[in-house]
């Protein structure tokens, strides 16, 4: 990727973790995960990023759930957003996200590329605020590489650090993953690489060639990332999943407004936000012509 390149600018509507009392504008309904859709359009999203809830809040890994929230986002939007559904979780066997893969065929779906401690540190009252291990052995990272080429689902391959970048290779020399890829470098989880422009310009020296990649930057360090990326030639996250806070250190009241900074930032620098039409192209989909769902 160059500079000259278009930025596919993705949201990551609400994440599974945080709540409305951290963060008031967090959807919840598929009603207001349309509203946000809306938002995230208007500012120059192309690409959202959907982890399912229940009307009161609670993750869902249910196909009714990800069937209403994902049907509410096309009919409010139609086709001017690439939807991309969450596989990563602990604990829901892969079967169940298999079944939500096949129930409603979206066309980005990502896929944790390994696994991995997965944290966070208080450094107040010096502890960690909770601590897990992320399984992503590879013999399910096949099992859901299989089904996403199945159903003609391009994988979106989120490295949590420099080796997970590396977990790509074995599995392009296996045949079951096709290239081009698409790569996301996740930096700032506690457990994963530390959120620094050097180590996202490591990762990326590692990304096969050829491949779409950009940066998920976790909490406050994503604005610092988002520069680094679109100066190295990337693309773009950003969301309430992500990071609650706009770089003055205001709340977000939308996730409209952290993808109109973000929007700023690429023209700031230079760039363009691609269109959605772009934005396919770049990832190697198709053009939209229908759904399942």
């Given at each position: 990727?160059?500079?000259?390149?278009?930025?596919?600018?993705?949201?990551?509507i609400?994440?599974?973790?945080?709540?409305?009392?951290?963060?008031?504008?967090?959807?919840?309904?598929p009603?207001?995960?349309?509203?946000?859709?809306?938002?995230?359009?208007?500012?120059?999203?192309?690409?959202?990023?959907?982890?399912a809830?229940?009307?009161?809040?609670?993750?869902?890994?249910?196909?009714?759930?990800?069937?209403?929230?994902?049907?509410?986002?096309?009919?409010?939007?139609?086709?001017?957003?690439?939807?991309?559904?969450?596989?990563?979780?602990?604990?829901?066997?892969v079967?169940?996200?298999?079944?939500?893969?096949?129930?409603?065929?979206?066309?980005?779906?990502?896929?944790?590329?390994?696994?991995?401690?997965?944290?966070?540190?208080?450094?107040?009252?010096?502890?960690?605020?909770?601590?897990?291990?992320?399984?992503?052995?590879?013999?399910?990272?096949?099992?859901?590489?299989?089904?996403?080429?199945?159903?003609?689902?391009?994988?979106?391959?989120?490295?949590?650090?420099?080796?997970?970048?590396?977990?790509?290779?074995?599995?392009?020399?296996?045949?079951?993953?096709?290239?081009?890829?698409?790569?996301?470098?996740v930096?700032?989880?506690?457990?994963?690489?530390?959120?620094?422009?050097?180590?996202?310009?490591?990762?990326?020296?590692?990304?096969?060639?050829?491949?779409?990649?950009?940066?998920?930057?976790?909490?406050?360090?994503?604005?610092?990332?988002?520069?680094?990326?679109?100066?190295?030639?990337?693309?773009?996250?950003?969301?309430?999943?992500?990071?609650?806070?706009?770089?003055?250190?205001?709340?977000?009241?939308?996730?409209?407004?952290?993808?109109?900074?973000?929007?700023?930032?690429?023209?700031?620098?230079?760039?363009?936000?691609?269109?959605?039409?772009?934005?396919r192209?770049?990832?190697?989909?198709?053009?939209?012509?229908?759904?399942?769902?």
């Amino acid at each position: 990727m160059s500079l000259d390149d278009p930025v596919v600018i993705t949201c990551s509507i609400s994440g599974a973790i945080a709540n409305r009392e951290q963060c008031p504008a967090i959807p919840y309904t598929p009603g207001e995960y349309a509203a946000e859709a809306r938002r995230i359009v208007d500012e120059g999203g192309v690409m959202i990023h959907i982890h399912a809830r229940k009307p009161d809040g609670t993750p869902s890994y249910e196909v009714e759930d990800f069937a209403a929230i994902t049907q509410a986002i096309r009919e409010e939007v139609g086709e001017e957003v690439i939807v991309n559904y969450s596989t990563g979780t602990i604990g829901v066997p892969v079967a169940k996200r298999v079944e939500y893969l096949r129930a409603c065929r979206p066309e980005v779906a990502a896929l944790n590329m390994g696994s991995m401690n997965y944290a966070k540190y208080s450094r107040t009252r010096k502890q960690f605020v909770f601590d897990m291990v992320f399984a992503n052995p590879f013999q399910e990272i096949i099992e859901l590489l299989e089904a996403m080429n199945e159903l003609g689902i391009k994988p979106e391959h989120e490295c949590f650090d420099l080796g997970h970048v590396g977990s790509l290779a074995p599995l392009i020399d296996m045949g079951v993953l096709h290239q081009p890829l698409h790569v996301d470098c996740v930096m700032g989880v506690v457990g994963g690489i530390p959120p620094t422009a050097r180590n996202l310009a490591a990762m990326v020296d590692n990304i096969p060639a050829g491949s779409h990649w950009g940066v998920i930057g976790i909490s406050r360090d994503q604005w610092m990332l988002i520069g680094a990326a679109l100066s190295l030639g990337g693309s773009i996250r950003v969301g309430l999943e992500d990071n609650l806070y706009l770089p003055d250190g205001r709340m977000a009241g939308s996730n409209g407004e952290l993808i109109a900074k973000a929007r700023q930032m690429t023209e700031d620098v230079g760039r363009r936000p691609a269109t959605v039409q772009e934005a396919r192209a770049m990832l190697n989909i198709p053009q939209r012509v229908g759904s399942a769902v």
